[in-house]
């Protein structure tokens, strides 16, 4: 038979009665241990007996079994206490329940089958003590843990009555205001006020706690040496066993750093925007006045050219063709510059309008043939079905358009520049796609990651060969982006690249 977990301590000088009771005890299948006097038992207790029950003679030598009882009571006080007796004293039963709170009084000769009763209600009482003790330890334990989070809380924490006087601050609150727990409790919580906050907001947080509910919100107080601090408090209601509102409680963050950073940053912001339109209005100053006199040049070297042709002077058209073109590469790198500007500042709008993009093809085709045909490269168009009318920016799209396939005609020689339209379904939404590829000189992985950089172009013998600013892919790429899509490339070095514009199909309804 497997024995039961709990022990019981026998206490008593007489060897056969203690005989009997041990038997009595193993019979009901309890752990015994016996001792022939009050020190030997308490020595026993002392030594972790950790005893369910301590049953005790009265009468023995050097401390009687009251005396014996009482201090085991204080050694171990969740023991359940059993006193033997062949008298009944009044006197001695009275100590032995004040002192030594006795569950019960067994009365010499014993009655096994009272003895058994009184062992089995002993050990129901002492389980229960048990389980009550253990309860009201891991409450304990709990307060005790929340005791130790609030003292050690990186925040700082105050507890007031209802009528906002604090009550309680842990020691983070004095780290932070240099006030000590002894300055503030017994005052009211306005000894931080700077007066910043208006007393409208303060009525409207006393409204919201005091309903039961959380207030939430940012308080510039000040510390005791004058210093001006920022913090994010929470305020809540604390609530007795009848739900009654009885303390609020104010957990609060210190965010002066941030406060700091936040004010450093909008600063910046605001300087930046400023920078921003400096540049602008100095980009669009400057573009103006360079390109009136630009256009100037152009226009009188064309005139120029054309007396040449006319009075047979020949050798000088190379060199104004050279005016023309150095005059149109610096006119567009202004135009660029400016338009790269507009974007940055925000002042470029996309104006939608519904156009029919069979029209607008035809129209690009008209610019796009005489570029390929320059370097005896072959333009195809293709689009895949019939396109509806649709709700863009023309003008853009067609910017981007000419971009792409001005570059691909740059790029190509004696090869093919096509451009593919056609419609894709992508997550439920509708796009146009635009796919501009080319059999030109291509581009390397790493040269695909940054072509859409502002200034970059392929590499550095790009430039010099082809000319161009590296302005071009970067603004299509913002104004696809504008326009709610994106331009992606793929390439191959030596074959060719790939161009691809995605745009929404808003549809003209």
């Known amino acids: 038979m497997i024995k039961n977990s709990h022990k019981v301590l026998i206490v008593d000088d ?86 030594g709170e006795v569950f019960y009084f067994l009365t010499k000769p014993v009655d096994i089958l009272k003895v058994e009763d009184v062992i089995h209600k002993a050990i129901n009482k002492f389980e229960e003590t048990q389980k009550s003790y253990e309860q009201v330890k891991e409450q304990e334990d709990s307060i005790r843990k929340l005791w130790k989070g609030v003292q050690q809380s990186p925040a700082s924490i105050i507890i007031t009555n209802t009528k906002g006087v604090i009550e309680y601050v842990n020691p983070k609150f004095s780290k932070l205001t240099g006030y000590t727990a002894e300055e503030v409790v017994g005052k009211n919580p306005r000894m931080l006020k700077s007066g910043e906050k208006t007393p409208d907001e303060y009525k409207n947080m006393w409204k919201t706690i005091a309903e039961g509910k959380d207030w939430q919100g940012e308080f510039h107080n000040m510390k005791k040496n004058g210093e001006l601090y920022w913090e994010y408090a929470t305020i809540s209601p604390i609530r007795n066993d009848e739900n009654e509102i009885t303390h609020f409680m104010a957990i609060k963050e210190d965010i002066t750093a941030l406060k700091n950073t936040e004010s450093e940053l909008i600063k910046a912001k605001e300087d930046a925007e400023s920078a921003a339109e400096t540049k602008s209005v100095f980009l669009a100053q400057m573009s103006h006045e360079l390109r009136t006199p630009l256009n100037a040049i152009l226009g009188y070297s064309a005139i120029l050219e054309e007396e040449a042709e006319e009075t047979g002077v020949k050798e000088f058209i190379p060199d104004l063709q050279k005016i023309q073109s150095a005059g149109t590469h610096l006119l567009g790198l202004i135009n660029n510059i400016l338009d790269l500007a507009k974007i940055e500042a925000g002042k470029v709008e996309i104006n939608y309008e519904t156009i029919e993009l069979d029209l607008l093809m035809e129209k690009l085709k008209h610019v796009i043939q005489p570029l390929a045909e320059k370097n005896g490269n072959v333009f195809e168009l293709e689009i895949q079905e019939k396109l509806e009318p649709v709700s863009t920016d023309s003008t853009k799209l067609l910017q981007i358009l000419i971009n792409l396939l001005g570059n691909a005609c740059k790029f190509t020689k004696n090869g093919v520049v096509k451009l593919r339209i056609q419609k894709e379904k992508l997550e439920e939404k509708k796009w146009i796609v635009f796919q501009v590829s080319d059999t030109g000189i291509g581009m390397t992985e790493e040269q695909c990651k940054k072509v859409f950089g502002e200034f970059e172009q392929a590499d550095s013998s790009t430039t010099r060969k082809y000319g161009g600013t590296g302005l071009g892919l970067s603004i299509s790429k913002l104004y696809s982006e504008m326009m709610g899509g994106n331009i992606s490339v793929n390439s191959e070095l030596g074959k060719g690249s790939n161009f691809i514009l995605m745009l929404p199909k808003i549809q003209n309804s």
């Open 14 to 99: 007489e060897v056969e009665f203690l005989e009997l009771m041990k038997s009595i005890v193993l019979e009901m299948n309890y752990e015994v241990e016996i001792a022939y006097d009050g020190i030997e038992g308490l020595e026993k207790i002392k030594n972790g007996g950790h005893f369910a029950i301590i049953i005790s003679d009265q009468k023995m030598p050097n401390l009687n079994g009251a005396e014996f009882l009482e201090l085991s009571k204080k050694i171990s006080p969740n023991s359940i206490r059993i006193m033997i007796s062949a008298y009944q004293d009044k006197k001695m039963m009275e100590d032995c329940i004040n002192k």
